[in-house]
């Protein structure tokens, strides 16, 4: 059995504010062992519940967040950015029997701590033919293309109410419960750990392969807080403006679908100015 975590920051123990989460600051170096200890703690429960090997994908912003050296040393982790997949890079090599979000959160435009989806700021919402879709969501749609399940979610409350949603089975962790976008009654850390790992043993029984699933073709449609955004995402081809401050487009896979999100969101970020968006 092999599983593959995707390791995101927002959603890890501690974490409340934008210093927690930003490359260089001293928050975000206490931090960062936080978020290890909380995916430490998922490896440990997996292989406790008869997983043979454990992937970790680091998924946030540079994607050299987590500390190896106090990693589970049982676990091997894929660091670095520009990957295929993005925030579930290795899912696609066919030896993935179940996938874990660990440290996610909710969607721009919803309640929760840090919530955002791709960028910290800028979109204001994205949904997939219709639903509102958080960075979980979207993952999950790619994942079962590859016939993968989600089994186990951590992050704050209400990204473990997002994730009933769209992975219903899956076990979820609040590490954290939700105040405001940038505050939240946190657990400690030796209490989160015990709950990640009791959470993912008894989720690595939902670690079955089966046969891949598409619910294509997906529409998605993003939201910006300026006008001009849409300008800069409407160069991507196959997006069009689909309202003042909205673009869509339609892809025939979410594997198509998460590849134009992310050329669509480089570009959005490079049109951003500094003081006025």
């Given at each position: 059995?092999?599983?593959?975590i995707?390791a995101d920051?927002?959603?890890?123990?501690?974490v409340?504010?934008?210093?927690?989460?930003?490359p260089?600051?001293?928050q975000?170096?206490?931090?960062?062992?936080l978020f290890?200890?909380?995916?430490?703690?998922?490896v440990?429960?997996?292989l406790?519940?008869?997983?043979?090997?454990v992937?970790?994908?680091?998924?946030?912003?540079?994607?050299?967040?987590?500390?190896?050296?106090?990693?589970?040393?049982?676990?091997q982790m894929?660091?670095?950015?520009?990957?295929?997949l993005?925030m579930?890079?290795?899912v696609?090599?066919?030896?993935?029997?179940g996938?874990?979000?660990?440290g996610y959160h909710?969607?721009?435009?919803?309640?929760?701590?840090?919530?955002?989806?791709y960028?910290a700021?800028s979109?204001?919402?994205?949904?997939?033919?219709g639903?509102r879709?958080?960075?979980g969501?979207?993952?999950a749609?790619?994942v079962?293309?590859?016939g993968?399940?989600v089994?186990?979610?951590?992050?704050?409350?209400k990204?473990?109410?997002?994730a009933?949603d769209y992975?219903?089975d899956?076990?979820?962790?609040?590490v954290?419960?939700?105040v405001s976008?940038?505050?939240?009654?946190c657990r400690t850390p030796?209490r989160?750990a015990?709950?990640?790992?009791?959470?993912?043993r008894?989720?690595?029984v939902l670690?079955?392969r089966h046969?891949?699933?598409?619910?294509?073709p997906?529409t998605?449609?993003l939201?910006?807080d300026?006008e001009?955004?849409v300008?800069a995402?409407s160069?991507?081809p196959g997006v069009?403006r689909?309202g003042?401050?909205r673009?869509?487009?339609?892809s025939?896979t979410?594997?198509?679908?998460i590849?134009?999100?992310?050329?669509v969101?480089?570009?959005?970020?490079a049109?951003?100015?500094?003081?006025?968006?």
């Open positions: 059995m092999k599983i593959l995707s920051m927002e959603g890890a123990t501690g409340t504010w934008p210093a927690d989460v930003l260089g600051t001293p975000w170096e206490r931090c960062r062992r290890t200890s909380d995916v430490s703690a998922a440990a429960g997996f406790d519940g008869g997983a043979d090997e992937l970790i994908n680091e998924a946030h912003w540079s994607m050299r967040n987590l500390l190896l050296e106090e990693l589970d040393d049982r676990a894929l660091t670095g950015r520009h990957k295929s993005s579930v890079e290795g696609q090599h066919g030896d993935v029997d996938v874990a979000f660990v909710t969607g721009a435009g919803t309640e929760g701590v840090l919530a955002h989806t960028l700021n979109i204001t919402g994205v949904w997939v033919n639903a879709a958080s960075e969501r979207l993952n749609l790619v079962a293309e590859y993968v399940p089994v186990l979610v951590t992050g704050d409350d990204t473990c109410e997002d009933r992975v219903p899956a076990r979820c962790v609040a954290k419960d939700y976008r940038y505050a939240a009654v030796a989160t015990a709950d990640i790992r009791e959470a993912a008894e989720a690595a670690a079955v046969e891949p699933t598409s619910g294509g997906f998605v449609e939201e910006f300026a001009h955004l300008g995402a160069v991507v069009e689909s003042e401050r673009v869509a487009y339609t025939p979410m594997y198509e679908g590849r134009c999100f992310k050329a969101t480089t570009v959005v970020s049109a951003v100015e500094e003081q006025y968006g």
